[in-house]
């Protein structure tokens, strides 16, 4: 509860405020303020910072979020459906039905419930040159981004975008709108 606000050396605010245990910084001063004060949760639980809400009542919040999408999406046989498959129970992509079915089934045993399926809806893939060039200079010394030339980052995203025209890369991405039931025969 003890935030303090930062000033630069000609005795203007920094607009940045630290909390005074630890004297980590941050940009706004409730989230100083909040720094090393132990959240407690609505539920009255405590919980570990920087969250707001306890480890039980964030999962209740997912299962909820996870169970409204269900029920609001179509429903569509997976009989009538080809194609890539985002496994909600698995967390992850399958290129049809069948391979997620499987290994499902493998993991989990026979007599397991069907896993939570989405359809999914292909997308042309984008690349960002700024944040490759970041991603190339991470281990580099402090300000070699600044160095790298003037309008050099412009130039590598026309050619990327040039790339991306002529290559069309697709990935996929999960279509909630549209669940994919299964009967079990
Ligand atoms: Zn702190
Ligand atoms: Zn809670």
Known sequence: MNAAPLFL?????????????CKATWGCDSSAAMCC????????????????????????DTAKL???????????????????????SQD???????????????EQGDGADVPTMYACKPFKMAFDAAGWIHGRLEAHYDGAEDDMPKGCF???????DAWCRRNSPTSHTPDFGTA?????L
């Open 66 to 88: 996870e169970q409204d999408r269900w029920l609001k999406a179509r429903k569509l046989d997976g009989m009538d459906y080809h194609g890539w498959v985002w496994s909600e």
């Open 154 to 160: 412009a130039e590598l995203q026309s050619l990327m």
């Open 92 to 106: 992850r992509f399958f290129r049809d039905i069948g391979e997620c079915l499987d290994a499902w089934f493998d």
């Open 37 to 60: 004060e132990p959240s407690v949760c609505s539920c009255g639980s405590a919980c570990a910072s920087p969250w707001l809400k306890c480890e039980d009542c964030r999962r209740a």
């Open 180 to 184: 994919i039931t299964w009967e079990r």
């Open 9 to 21: 050396a000609d005795g203007r605010r920094a607009g940045v405020w630290f909390c005074g245990s």
